[in-house]
């Protein structure tokens, strides 16, 4: 039997423990937010391939200065950080392809030909297709009010691609910007495998990668180079909206609350995105718009406001990440060669939980991918 309340717990600290990766989703969402809007104001100035190229520049490479400039004030990352490892390729491989290439590429072709309002709101799709790859292929649980949200986004995303002047009535360029939101929800999965390792390496490698993959494609299929000026800026709007400091959050919260939670945070990223694009373009979106806002608002309202407690067992583990000694799960003893706790009282290093049975408020984080009794 599992106990229901062990003593010792504090539930309200174990609640605030997930502010910070709930804050890093939310962050990211906003960030995200304006990854439309601020790419349409680019797409004049330059090509679409060359654009998503130096989006993913920007975004890796910002990373890599993050990470340079903590090691030239004194940082060691690997006190703090769990670096990839060789048995990590495999997933560095697919979120450089999917999130770094795929992605980008596709929402850049499609953006042209939607309105930017539209198409913020179109973006949420990503949570739907974030959470059901989470839960059909990782096994990610997921509840009844979390399935209703995702039915209100869905129907909400059909009324915008919805077109009867187009063929088959739907809209191909919304359809892209649909695509894109599954090419991102691969990445979003396949990036909680690297959750537990170092987000600026992952980032690194990532939107360098996939900008340099890009960026031959454009040279093979004749695009200019953009200006200086418009260089920048993508570069710029790449880093803080697309991979960079996007990502960087985003795998922090993927480490705290799991792919589904996190993904479905990010439901809030759309209105950002309106908001932005209301700001910056005259264009006024379609009556569909103003039918679908209320329906994705509902859907992003459940999916923010799901709890989840319930007794879980937690089996035997050897691992390594960046981790804390106030939590319910680490209090294992250090050797000498263990590195010293940062400011924060943080560090990383390889260690073993032991198996133990609690009850408290979880997500599926890294040490919560328990299967659920239905």
Not at 14 to 39: H, M, N
Not at 57 to 62: A, D, N, R, V
Not at 138 to 160: D, N
Request: hydrophobic letters at 50%; one cysteine or more.
């Amino acid at each position: 039997m599992y106990p229901r309340k062990p003593a010792g717990i504090d539930h309200g600290a174990t609640l605030a423990r997930y502010r910070a990766p709930v804050i890093c989703a939310l962050l990211t969402a906003i960030l995200i937010g304006g990854s439309a809007p601020f790419t349409k104001l680019l797409i004049d100035g330059a090509g679409p391939l060359a654009l998503a190229a130096l989006v993913s520049l920007g975004s890796g490479s910002g990373a890599l200065l993050f990470s340079l400039f903590g090691t030239a004030s004194g940082t060691r990352r690997s006190n703090m950080e769990a670096p990839p490892g060789r048995n990590d390729i495999p997933w560095l491989i697919g979120v450089t392809l999917f999130g770094g290439v795929l992605a980008p590429v596709t929402l850049i072709f499609s953006l042209p030909g939607t309105a930017a309002a539209t198409a913020a709101l179109l973006l949420n799709f990503e949570a739907v297709a974030t959470t059901l790859i989470a839960a059909a292929v990782v096994g990610e649980w997921v509840s009844r009010r979390v399935w209703v949200a995702l039915g209100c986004i869905t129907a909400s995303c059909i009324i915008l691609t919805y077109d009867p002047a187009a063929g088959l009535g739907l809209s191909l360029p919304a359809l892209g910007i649909l695509l894109t939101c599954l090419f991102w929800a691969v990445d979003n999965n396949l990036g909680q495998r690297l959750s537990a390792k170092d987000p600026l390496i992952v980032i690194s490698v990532k939107g360098i990668g996939s900008g340099t993959v890009t960026f031959l494609a454009a040279l093979a299929a004749g695009e200019a180079l953009p200006a200086p000026v418009t260089a920048a800026a993508a570069m710029i709007v790449g880093f803080l909206c697309y991979g960079g400091l996007t990502s960087i959050l985003f795998l922090l919260a993927l480490r705290g609350i799991g792919a589904a939670r996190a993904g479905s945070l990010l439901a809030v990223s759309p209105f950002f995105g309106v908001f932005f694009s209301l700001l910056l373009f005259a264009e006024l979106p379609t009556s569909a718009f103003y039918v679908a806002l209320p329906i994705m608002a509902l859907g992003a309202w459940l999916l923010i406001s799901e709890e989840h407690t319930h007794p879980h067992r937690h089996p035997k583990i050897v691992h390594e990440h960046r981790h804390r000694h106030d939590d319910l799960h680490h209090d294992h003893t250090h050797a000498a060669g263990d590195p010293p706790f940062s400011a924060s009282g943080e560090h990383s290093h390889m260690h073993a939980h032991t198996e133990i049975f609690h009850e408290h408020p979880h997500q599926p984080d890294i040490h919560h991918r328990h299967s659920h009794r239905r």
